[in-house]
């Protein structure tokens, strides 16, 4: 499904009948219908357990977690850091509300095939569980965004966040910044930049979404903050990051154009950039927001001479029947910067959709995808 099937017969059916047979293996084709190449899930649990019971996959290890939601990532210390949202697992229906978090390698992936393995080493609790490292002061769960490292006055590299403080149904009652202390591993409250009362209802322009660097003309480095095309700006500098007063306010592209003779808007709702050296251009993976047939689950591919654009023509790599797949993150940082290959995952979740049944195991999990950006069916995004 979302994007493989096999032929239907002549009663619109599709499926396949298998006989197994001891000691033979059987072969099953699909046709892929969809630009992007689904690469495999990266979270939560049974990852590897029909391969297990083959003799395969034996030191794998359970993580503990049955979900998790909507990655951020940063190279911090040479590892890579991963962080996520709301993490549901085995014990107990609700999970953990204040940010997983775990460590890998910094090219998680010798291979960019099926099947994809990533070790993570995740920060637990005495019980040995998987614990929030995000507990900031204040009721209800913690959110990060905008998650990145900064260089301080005295060079030392600092990892660091935006967080908000949610109150039920989902909404934000307080949002600062948080800066993660080694020796707890975990983060804590730097300072509160908005509270919400009747004078100020909403959050000011804050540094959310995936970061981005970039360097100007005169060679100085910034971080674009947005989700997915830039909306806040600041120098590169734990000063700068920490200080409103350094933050620039900028006007992100509020739609697209897709590809093709039937040209259509196409509105960004969540996703990332970054520079691709293959391309020589920035590239975005973003979801769409209302789009048909998912409205929150078809993913476009679009390019720009610069971060802040004009972006497009889009093109749809991703699409979903009736499922929903948000928050993509790309990870240039994955694959070697002449690779035609680009890689991004994001959210599976029946969440947002019509009632769908749940992917077993899947569910509210990390999946990756793969672009080949000398794939034909490309160019009309990579046209200038």
């Given amino acids: 499904g979302h994007g493989y099937e096999v032929p239907a017969d002549g009663f619109g059916y599709r499926g396949v009948r298998l006989k197994p047979e001891s000691g033979k293996s059987l072969r099953i084709e699909v046709r892929r219908s969809i630009i992007a190449r689904r690469l495999g899930r990266l979270t939560g649990a049974g990852l590897f357990a029909e391969s297990q019971k083959l003799g395969e996959m034996l030191d794998w290890q359970e993580s503990g977690l049955v979900g998790c939601d909507s990655v951020l990532n940063a190279e911090y210390q040479g590892r890579h850091f991963w962080l996520w949202g709301d993490t549901t697992r085995f014990r107990y229906p609700l999970g953990v509300f204040n940010s997983t978090s775990a460590t890998s390698a910094s ?9 994809v393995r990533i070790d993570f080493d995740y ?50 009652y307080e949002s600062g910044l948080c800066v993660w202390n080694d020796e707890r591993r975990e983060f804590e409250r730097l300072k509160v930049i908005w509270s919400k009362s009747d004078d100020t209802p909403k959050p000011p322009p804050l540094p959310e979404g995936h970061p981005a660097r970039w360097k100007d003309d005169a060679g100085d480095e910034w971080l674009l903050f947005g989700n997915p095309l830039p909306r806040l700006r600041c120098r590169a500098t ?11 306010s900028l006007e992100p592209q509020t739609e697209l154009q897709s590809a093709g003779e039937s040209s259509e808007a196409v509105k960004p709702h969540s996703g990332s950039i970054a520079w691709n050296a293959y391309r020589k251009r920035w590239v975005t993976v973003f979801m769409q927001h209302f789009g048909k047939p998912s409205a929150f689950g078809e993913l476009w591919y679009a390019e720009s001479d610069s971060p802040f654009g004009p972006w497009g023509p889009a093109v749809k790599v991703l699409s979903h029947d009736n499922y929903t797949f948000y928050n993509p993150r790309l990870h240039p940082e994955f694959t070697p910067a002449d690779s035609p290959v680009l890689l991004f995952e994001g959210t599976y979740t029946m969440q947002f959709a019509n009632k769908p049944r749940p992917t077993p195991r899947y569910d509210y999990n990390q999946i990756l995808y793969r672009l080949d950006l000398d794939d034909v069916k490309l160019r009309p995004a990579q046209a200038k």
């Fill in 238 to 248: 734990f000063s700068a990051w920490s200080d409103p007063a350094q933050w620039e």
């Fill in 107 to 115: 090219r998680p992936l010798t291979k960019f095939e099926p099947p």
């Fill in 123 to 172: 920060f637990r609790d005495e019980r040995g569980e998987p614990r929030g490292v995000a507990r900031m002061p204040g009721s209800g769960p913690t959110w990060l965004t905008g998650y990145t490292t900064v260089p301080d006055d005295d060079g030392r590299e600092r990892l660091v966040a935006t967080y908000s403080k949610i109150k039920p149904p989902l909404e934000a």
